[in-house]
């Protein structure tokens, strides 16, 4: 069996971390596999470290194992809320992996036993691996918010924090509220998927709500945090589009700990708070989330119980050898200081990227690369007005850096302290669809 070369698989690797389309080094395909990875869940992260394994080493087996046949992408999902968008944008399905040569198996992943590194499912298929991809983003906790279920969300109260028939249900809800309405949005606690999410969100509605007749509506973030992603930049741009603050149609009520949604009546659609209580007549409740259920029943959730720590070089996890574990379920970065890196997709799909190529390496028996952790988050607020953030970390002393001076975000005034000129935010909300297309094709085509 041919090795993958050490000089090819550096270009390789460093063309990963970067561009969306990878030259590969040949590999040998024929004979017995190399090793066998299973990867379960196949959103971002998942599809994406199947097609990167393939694409980077076609010696090894590769087993997709995800229960949905069509994925539907959360990133701009807020933008079908408002009616901007066609979910069918955001659906994908799994032909463009199986023609990399992963084989897709539709299922759900219902245990692991890591002795004989085996995976189950639920229609009684088993599957052994050498290396396991986990990559399940988050299971919600109904109980986090007294009153609230899984049931509610799925018929009357939806979060729509995973997208698909709850952005739609939240979509009719928003057409059928009276102009002078009130629409809800209550914020967990951080960690949470999508940090600028719910405030894009609120956008988002009150952009239908100014073009729609519904100019004396009001939108109101409860908010269990104290400040939030991109803030100066949300309340810039809500105060020129749509009015904020307890005059405008959008307020922002920061909360901390006792000021979280503890509670929902859904029959009055009443929230109640720490400091008050707060009828809507849509109300969407986001409820507290941690990492997807077939990592934290495996014991993984070692930080707060809730999310997965890795090893920074590698994303192999920091409890179980051979199982790594990407994306949302993950947490790290500068915990201390902040929720550590954001649970984005481009986040998701970078630490792909890097669990393949320790991956590779040690299949290859070559010295782990060095890994690059890279973020892109954009936010659009209005058809014309978007803006981003860039997060870049690199690995020392086994500690994710937080990497100043590559990273960035929109500015909220010219260097001059002019303000920006509105082609920019055109420009950014056009970049964020390009944006949108490229992560889609760069994780399932
Ligand atoms: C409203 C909203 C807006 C967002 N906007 C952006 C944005 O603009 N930019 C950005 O970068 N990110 C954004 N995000 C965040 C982004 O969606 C997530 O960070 C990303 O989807 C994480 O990828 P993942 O692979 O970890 O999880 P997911 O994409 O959730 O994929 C997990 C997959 O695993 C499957 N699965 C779980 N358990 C099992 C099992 N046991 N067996 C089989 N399959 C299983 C699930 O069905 C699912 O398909 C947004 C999120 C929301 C909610």
Partial sequence: MSQINRRAFIKAIAAASTASVLTIPSAHAAGKPKGKVVVVGGGYGGATAAKYLRMMDAGIDVTLIE??????????????????????????????????????????????????????????????????????????????????????????????WKAGAQTLMLKKQLEAMPD????????????????????????????YCKTHGKAKA?????????????????????????????????????????????????????????????????????????AGKVAKDLGLATFKDKWCEAQPETMESKSQKDIYVIGDSCVGGELATNNGFPKSAHMAMTQAKVAVGAIVAKMNGLPNPVPYYVNTCYSVVAPDYGFSVVHVY????????????????????????????????????????????????????
């Fill in 67 to 160: 229960r949905n046949t069509t994925y539907t992408s959360c990133p701009l999902s807020n933008e079908v809320i408002s009616g901007e968008r066609d979910i069918k944008t955001l659906e994908v399905g799994y032909n463009g992996l199986k023609k990399h040569g992963v084989n897709v198996v539709t299922d759900e992943v219902t245990s692991v036993d890591t002795a004989k590194k085996m995976v189950k499912t639920k229609g009684g298929k088993s599957f052994g691996y050498d290396a396991l991809i986990l990559s399940p983003g988050v299971e919600f906790n109904y109980g986090g918010v007294e009153g609230y279920s899984e049931a509610l969300a799925e018929t009357t109260l939806p979060h729509a």
């Fill in 218 to 290: 009001k939108i109101l973030i409860l908010d269990a945090n104290d400040s939030f992603s991109k803030k100066g930049l949300f309340e810039q741009a809500w105060k020129a589009l749509y009015g904020y603050g307890s005059d405008g149609m959008i307020e922002w009520v920061p909360g901390a700990s006792d000021g979280k949604v503890l509670k929902v009546d859904a029959a009055s659609k009443t929230c109640f708070t720490g400091f008050g209580e707060y009828k809507g007549d849509v109300v969407n409740i986001i409820p507290p989330h941690h």
């Fill in 394 to 445: 690199r690995v020392e002393n086994n500690a994710w850096v937080y990497v100043k001076e590559a990273s960035g975000i929109s500015p909220i005034t010219m260097p001059d302290k002019s303000p920006v000129p509105k082609l920019y935010r055109k420009l950014e909300a056009e970049y964020a669809d390009g944006w949108l297309r490229n992560v889609l094709a760069d994780a399932f085509s």
């Fill in 180 to 207: 002078g309405g009130k629409f809800i949005i209550s914020v967990p606690p951080g960690p949470f998927r999508c940090p600028p999410g719910p405030y894009e969100r609120a956008a988002q509605v009150a952009y």
